[in-house]
């Protein structure tokens, strides 16, 4: 049974109490989606974007409703199901229920100042997370300031990765701090479930959206905030890659007008010709309408460090931007040599059916002296940047790189860091 709006829910008479303590961030309930289900599920459990209750839920005292209800406000806020499914994306193999806990203490930790909200029995707390699995002596207060959910989980995952005939599903066997977290985040209920991932600009929309909320809400609570000093976890708004890649292509590829001495310009022609004040020549310079198509020069890396999947978005964007921009393409593909050369007409090309093979070891020199030849008005290279660049063309590059190997740097031009 779904609920349309903050009452009418199992959550109602919570979700009251944290708006009469705590207008401000408890406020941030309303923005929240809640939801009565009628199978036997845990207490609460969030997917990112709603709250569900099950039948138990009704039966706990208004504190502890309280406090499971702020718990979920948080972990929506805070967005950690987007959050989970992002770093699973990024790092391939994450442990949900390992997870879990990182967010789960982090939220405990910034509402256990509260008096008016209960937490449950065996709720686990950054601070003693970190004494008993990081042995790190801190405060729960200084913990909040530092700590975020992805590096936390980071540190406390020591799981050995698995060996070369590991099956895909074959769960990977805990570590020391992973075993030390998991035992300590075993008293308290899990409540995360996997997001969804929508559009990318729809996501960074939303982050945005829930950092704003979460500054106003904590500047108009203060000491009473639910969320203390939890700083370091609010999640950064950033802009998509597919949006940067846009903008770039756009400023790059578009037609610019050009100067034409044949003519005069058209405000010459309106004025008449008389010069007035300004003393304004006949042969002051026209405008006139580029006539070359640009051209467009996209390198690949398939040395191996490159995802498929990834290269199959990234292919399908630049498709996409080229029958808008009508952009020729030029696609120079290969690893420490050129393997691969074709050229396309706007509009023809279908970069989805390409098969993107190499192997070999990485060298950027002879892709980009290749990418020369062709008088690009734009370079795009996908690469993970673990290469040497011998060459440097007059003309602008786009370095496109998985999140992973961010500590190379660009030899030139600029980043795009692909999230």
């Not at 709720?123 to 959910?149: F, K, P």
């Not at 406390?156 to 895909?168: K, S």
């Not at 108009?220 to 609010?234: E, H, N």
């Not at 058209?266 to 006539?291: I, K």
């Amino acid at each position: 049974m779904a609920a349309d709006g903050p009452t009418g829910h199992r959550g109602t008479r919570a979700v009251m109490r944290m708006v009469e303590y705590a207008p401000s961030s408890g406020g941030l309930a309303l923005w929240v989606a809640h939801e009565d289900a009628d199978a036997e599920l845990p207490l609460l459990s969030t997917d990112g974007r709603t709250l569900r209750y099950g039948r138990a839920f009704e039966a706990l005292p208004l504190p502890e409703q309280t406090g499971w209800v702020a718990h979920g406000v948080l972990h929506v806020a805070l967005r950690h199901a987007q959050r989970y499914t992002e770093l699973q994306r990024l790092l391939g193999d994450v442990d949900l229920q390992l997870f879990n806990t990182c967010a789960d203490a982090i939220v405990n930790s910034a509402l256990a100042h509260l008096a008016w909200l209960a937490l449950p029995a065996g709720a686990v707390r950054l601070d003693r997370l970190l004494a008993r699995v990081l042995h790190l002596s801190t405060t729960e207060e200084a913990a909040l300031l530092e700590w975020d959910v992805e590096r936390l989980y980071r540190a406390l995952d020591d799981r050995p990765p698995p060996g070369p005939a590991a099956r895909p599903q074959q769960q990977r066997k805990d570590g020391p701090r992973a075993a030390a977290a998991r035992a300590l985040g075993q008293q308290h209920a899990h409540d995360l479930q996997p997001a969804e991932s929508g559009q990318p600009e729809q996501e960074a929309e939303a982050q945005r959206e829930w950092a704003e909320r979460i500054q106003r809400a904590h500047a108009g609570d203060g000491p009473f905030s639910l969320l203390r000093t939890l700083l370091a976890d609010v999640p950064v708004s950033r802009t998509p890659w597919e949006q940067a890649l846009r903008t770039l292509m756009a400023r790059a590829l578009s037609p610019q007008p050009g100067v034409s001495w044949s003519r005069p310009s058209r405000s010459w022609l309106a004025n008449q010709g008389r010069a007035g004040a300004h003393r304004r020549l006949p042969w002051e310079p026209g405008r006139t309408a580029s006539r070359n198509v640009p051209r467009l020069v996209l390198m690949v890396d398939v040395s191996g460090s490159i995802d498929e999947a990834l290269m199959a978005r990234f292919a399908r964007e630049i498709e996409a931007l080229m029958r808008r921009l009508e952009t020729r393409l030029v696609l120079v593909i290969g690893d420490d040599q050129v393997r691969h050369l074709a050229q396309f007409e706007p509009g023809r090309s279908d970069l989805r059916e390409l098969r993107f093979t190499g192997g070999g070891g990485t060298d950027f020199t002879p892709l980009l002296q290749e990418a020369d030849r062709h008088d690009p008005d734009l370079g795009i290279f996908l690469t993970d940047l673990d290469g040497p660049a011998n060459f440097q063309p007059r003309w602008p590059v786009v370095w496109a790189v998985p999140e992973a190997p961010v500590q190379h740097a660009v030899p030139f031009g600029r980043r795009l860091l692909l999230r």
